[in-house]
């Protein structure tokens, strides 16, 4: 199970750290001091989504791989260069014949689900004509040369894209909270613009409070100083601080037992710093940046004290971190309001990209409605031929039937007249 998770979470590039958790030296801890401790059974503990659009199929594949008694074998003895090379792919050669199988049905699954994500996107576009084979070579975590065979070669490819992703992963947050923060500034002075001079006044005002009343915060320790862990150790698990111990502290936020505290973990100790400064009931904390903030945090301390970056701090690393003059005297930590996130250039070149986009959906909208508007001409015109038809024929039906009724002879005058 921890193998699994470790692979999945990282995308094979941490297995080597696999044997080091089942060979070590436990440490122990009196669970009678910790306040409300609770159990952790890592064998309910679901792997957390990876944020990929592929990552159903990254965990079925593994999901199919630990099932093989050889595979995962190879894959505890491997380093991470044999994994990155692709060289561990080519034990795929060798699994089972049951496991391939498998393995050949969720691939081509896969590429089924995509085949249908493109359809969908070029039936919005009203495309035809749809060249599968060359749209699929867009997903680079496959091999779109053979839609119906999980090779090593789909192996390897599943591997450096899921990697590739992963390290670029947190780059895209920070984009898009940059973006989240410009579309702010640019939606708050769009409405000052609505507004008559005192308004405006009082809103500014109001801006300026807020401001303010956010950036009044009790002092935010350094993340991964020893105060900061100190404080945790304190009011999250309730011991003396006077007997904060490293080893202790690591192997209680180790939640699901492993022998490393990962990402999600290391993130779980930054709450009582990000409740200093947010509090989701106050309209001047803005819930979207404590995540910056904790994203931030957690990159620093990964930074500080993940040596072999490998995404995972291990007890040794954690150790040495604590050995670190910057642990026990550490400088101040700047939060978010008291940083500059974009510049007035960076806010211009992204206004005037929101107003080209504008314009473009305008110009779309506008010849949606043009076309709206011809489609409802022609009905109209196509309704008035039908009314015009409908009339016709019923002036037709109708003097068919006087005729029926009422037969003349030559002169005008019914042939049948009655006899007096």
């Given at each position: 199970?921890?193998?699994?998770?470790?692979?999945?979470?990282?995308?094979?590039?941490?297995?080597?750290?696999?044997?080091?958790?089942?060979?070590?030296?436990?440490?122990?801890?009196?669970?009678?001091?910790?306040?409300?401790?609770?159990?952790?059974?890592?064998?309910?503990?679901?792997?957390?989504?990876?944020?990929?659009?592929?990552?159903?199929?990254?965990?079925?594949?593994?999901?199919?791989?630990?099932?093989?008694?050889?595979?995962?074998?190879?894959?505890?003895?491997?380093?991470?260069?044999?994994?990155?090379?692709?060289?561990?792919?080519?034990?795929?050669?060798?699994?089972?014949?049951?496991?391939?199988?498998?393995?050949?049905?969720?691939?081509?699954?896969?590429?089924?689900?995509?085949?249908?994500?493109?359809?969908?996107?070029?039936?919005?576009?009203?495309?035809?004509?749809?060249?599968?084979?060359?749209?699929?070579?867009?997903?680079?975590?496959l091999n779109h040369l053979n839609p119906d065979k999980f090779e090593s070669t789909d192996l390897d490819m599943l591997i450096k894209a899921a990697t590739s992703d992963l390290?670029?992963?947190?780059?895209t947050r920070h984009e898009e909270f940059k973006k989240y923060e410009m579309m702010k500034e640019h939606e708050r002075r769009e409405y000052l613009k609505t507004l008559n001079?005192?308004?405006?006044?009082?809103?500014?005002?109001?801006?300026?409070?807020?401001?303010?009343?956010?950036?009044?915060?009790?002092?935010?320790?350094?993340?991964?100083?020893?105060?900061?862990?100190?404080?945790?150790?304190?009011?999250?698990?309730?011991?003396?601080?006077?007997?904060?111990?490293?080893?202790?502290?690591?192997?209680?936020?180790?939640?699901?037992?492993?022998?490393?505290?990962?990402?999600?973990?290391?993130?779980?100790?930054?709450?009582?710093?990000?409740?200093?400064?947010?509090?989701?009931?106050?309209?001047?904390?803005?819930?979207?940046?404590?995540?910056?903030?904790?994203?931030?945090?957690?990159?620093?301390?990964?930074?500080?004290?993940?040596?072999?970056?490998?995404?995972?701090?291990?007890?040794?690393?954690?150790?040495?971190?604590?050995?670190?003059?910057?642990?026990?005297?550490?400088?101040?930590?700047?939060?978010?309001?008291?940083?500059?996130?974009?510049?007035?250039?960076?806010?211009?070149?992204?206004?005037?990209?929101?107003?080209?986009?504008?314009?473009?959906?305008?110009?779309?909208?506008?010849?949606?409605?043009?076309?709206?508007?011809?489609?409802?001409?022609?009905?109209?015109?196509?309704?008035?031929?039908?009314?015009?038809?409908?009339?016709?024929?019923?002036?037709?039906?109708?003097?068919?039937?006087?005729?029926?009724?009422?037969?003349?002879?030559?002169?005008?005058?019914?042939?049948?007249?009655?006899?007096?």
């Amino acid at each position: 199970m921890r193998w699994r998770t470790v692979l999945l979470r990282h995308c094979f590039l941490l297995v080597t750290c696999l044997l080091t958790a089942l060979e070590a030296v436990p440490i122990d801890i009196d669970k009678t001091k910790v306040k409300n401790p609770h159990p952790v059974d890592s064998a309910k503990i679901e792997p957390p989504d990876t944020g990929l659009y592929y990552d159903e199929y990254l965990k079925q594949v593994i999901d199919v791989l630990e099932t093989d008694n050889h595979f995962r074998e190879k894959l505890q003895k491997a380093d991470i260069e044999e994994i990155k090379s692709g060289r561990l792919s080519k034990e795929l050669d060798l699994v089972s014949h049951h496991v391939r199988t498998k393995l050949d049905e969720l691939k081509r699954q896969e590429v089924g689900r995509l085949r249908m994500l493109i359809k969908a996107k070029l039936d919005s576009h009203q495309d035809t004509g749809i060249d599968h084979h060359a749209l699929l070579k867009q997903f680079e975590h496959l091999n779109h040369l053979n839609p119906d065979k999980f090779e090593s070669t789909d192996l390897d490819m599943l591997i450096k894209a899921a990697t590739s992703d992963l390290e670029h992963y947190d780059k895209t947050r920070h984009e898009e909270f940059k973006k989240y923060e410009m579309m702010k500034e640019h939606e708050r002075r769009e409405y000052l613009k609505t507004l008559n001079e005192e308004k405006r006044k009082e809103e500014e005002s109001k801006f300026e409070e807020m401001k303010k009343k956010h950036e009044n915060h009790p002092k935010v320790n350094h993340p991964g100083s020893k105060d900061q862990l100190k404080e945790v150790w304190e009011q999250t698990d309730g011991l003396d601080p006077n007997d904060f111990d490293p080893k202790t502290f690591f192997k209680l936020h180790d939640v699901n037992n492993d022998g490393f505290l990962d990402e999600q973990e290391l993130e779980a100790l930054f709450t009582k710093e990000l409740e200093k400064v947010y509090d989701p009931k106050n309209e001047e904390d803005d819930m979207v940046e404590m995540e910056e903030e904790r994203l931030r945090m957690r990159e620093h301390v990964m930074n500080e004290v993940d040596s072999n970056k490998d995404r995972l701090v291990t007890l040794e690393e954690f150790l040495k971190a604590t050995e670190k003059k910057e642990f026990l005297e550490p400088d101040s930590w700047e939060t978010l309001d008291q940083q500059q996130l974009f510049t007035e250039e960076e806010l211009k070149e992204y206004e005037s990209l929101i107003s080209l986009q504008e314009n473009e959906l305008k110009k779309k909208a506008d010849e949606l409605q043009k076309q709206r508007e011809e489609l409802q001409r022609q009905h109209d015109q196509l309704e008035a031929q039908k009314q015009e038809y409908h009339q016709v024929v019923q002036q037709m039906e109708q003097k068919k039937l006087q005729q029926e009724i009422s037969p003349s002879g030559p002169g005008g005058h019914s042939q049948f007249e009655p006899r007096m």
